[in-house]
């Protein structure tokens, strides 16, 4: 996957279509990401580089509760990929 600003926009939409907020801050994150579930509110550590961010999103995207009806057609078929590699990856 490219390290692109595309890229990044695309993995927020998910997010985005699944009525999630992508939001940039400062703070102590250990993995450099927050989860706020009941407000779905996803929070990523602003200090982090465009690389940093799209594998934060990559991690994160497999473990939330995506709404897979209401995203994009282009969306679906990310969100497939992503999950596909997640589960290769699982050593579980």
Request: aromatic share 8%; net charge negative.
């Amino acid at each position: 996957m490219k390290l692109t600003q595309s890229t990044l926009d695309k993995l927020s939409d998910i997010l985005g279509q699944s009525d999630y907020v992508v939001r940039y801050e400062r703070g102590t994150f250990q993995s450099g990401w927050c989860l706020l579930q009941s407000k779905k509110v996803v929070v990523l550590n602003k200090y982090l580089d465009m690389e940093g961010r799209i594998n934060t999103l990559l991690d994160l995207i497999p473990q939330v509760a995506i709404d897979y009806d209401k995203l994009t057609h282009e969306s679906q078929l990310l969100y497939d990929e992503i999950v596909k590699k997640a589960k290769l990856n699982d050593p579980a």
